[in-house]
């Protein structure tokens, strides 16, 4: 799934990037996998991500989960519940969202090399996750 990708130069100091979904996301029961919600995003030029998620679904209450890898190439985006031989690895705790509310998270990427956001339900819904409900802006000084 492609993300939509602006990158911004603000100042002479500091550039910017916002991330979002582009395509409608199924999400799954869950006891299915993870889907992916924000493909692999580049972060090395960027201190600081700060992930926004709007569920506008009044039933479904997702886990969303962000990845972060240092390798290079580190395959494909982590969808399975408990990931192995992954070159990713979760960063912080799980995002529980709520029927009709949302969640925004902050995280320190100094030292990452890419980001994904990946999500489920935590029940037994599935809902269908609509494009740009889910946005990944990162700042970083040049």
């Known amino acids: 799934m492609p993300n939509t ?4 130069k603000l100042t002479s100091a500091v550039q910017v990037r916002e991330v979002t979904n582009a395509a409608t996301v199924s999400v799954l029961a869950s006891s299915g996998d993870f ?3 924000i493909d692999a995003v580049d972060v090395r030029v960027f201190d600081k991500v700060t992930i926004q998620v709007r569920n506008i679904d009044n039933t479904s209450t997702p886990k969303v989960r962000v990845f972060g890898t240092l390798f290079p190439n580190p395959g494909s985006t982590p969808t399975a519940t408990n990931p192995a031989d992954s070159a990713w690895v979760q960063i912080g705790d799980d995002i529980d969202i709520g029927a ?5 998270k902050s995280i320190s990427t100094t030292a990452l090399k890419q980001i994904c956001v990946v999500i489920r339900d935590q029940g037994s819904n599935t809902q269908t996750f609509p494009a740009g409900d889910c946005v990944v802006f990162c700042q970083g000084t040049i």
């Open 100 to 104: 009709s509310t949302g969640a925004i």
């Open 35 to 37: 889907a992916t919600l």
């Open 5 to 8: 990708v602006t990158t911004k």
